[in-house]
């Protein structure tokens, strides 16, 4: 079991920045990639970004890449998410999920960023 909770969201204003935390129990936790998702109002969830259990591997989407960084410090059981140069359209509900083998099978219950213009 892996238990994985959110935090950093909050309100900011177009062009800033904000740095969201998803933090693991579980002795597990370095095994599993983690991603990233976010949801916003009236869409469905989108992939965000992922690092594989060693942090060596990141993915990202086109829409966030350059922008964007996941990393993780395993001694702290968390993966990050810098989120700079943010976009009014990059407001939404951010998720963070453990994958089990090929689907992600543990999610937290995310953590809201709203970004004004």
């Known amino acids: 079991q892996v238990q994985l909770v959110e935090s950093g969201g909050g309100l900011v204003q177009a062009g800033g920045s904000v740095r969201l935390s998803c933090a693991a129990s579980?002795?597990?936790?370095?095994?599993?990639?983690i991603g990233w998702f976010r949801q916003a109002p009236g869409k469905e969830r989108e992939f965000v970004a992922a690092?594989?259990?060693?942090?060596?591997?990141?993915e990202y989407a086109d829409s966030v890449k350059g922008r964007f960084t996941i990393s993780r410090d395993s001694a702290k059981n968390t993966v990050y998410l810098q989120m700079n140069s943010l976009k009014v359209e990059d407001t939404a509900v951010y998720y963070c999920?453990?994958?089990?083998?090929?689907?992600?099978?543990?999610w937290g219950r995310g953590t809201q960023v709203t970004v004004s213009s």
């Open positions: 999920a453990a994958r089990v083998g090929i689907s992600y099978g543990y």
């Open positions: 579980g002795r597990t936790f370095n095994r599993y990639t």
């Open positions: 690092i594989n259990w060693s942090g060596g591997s990141t």
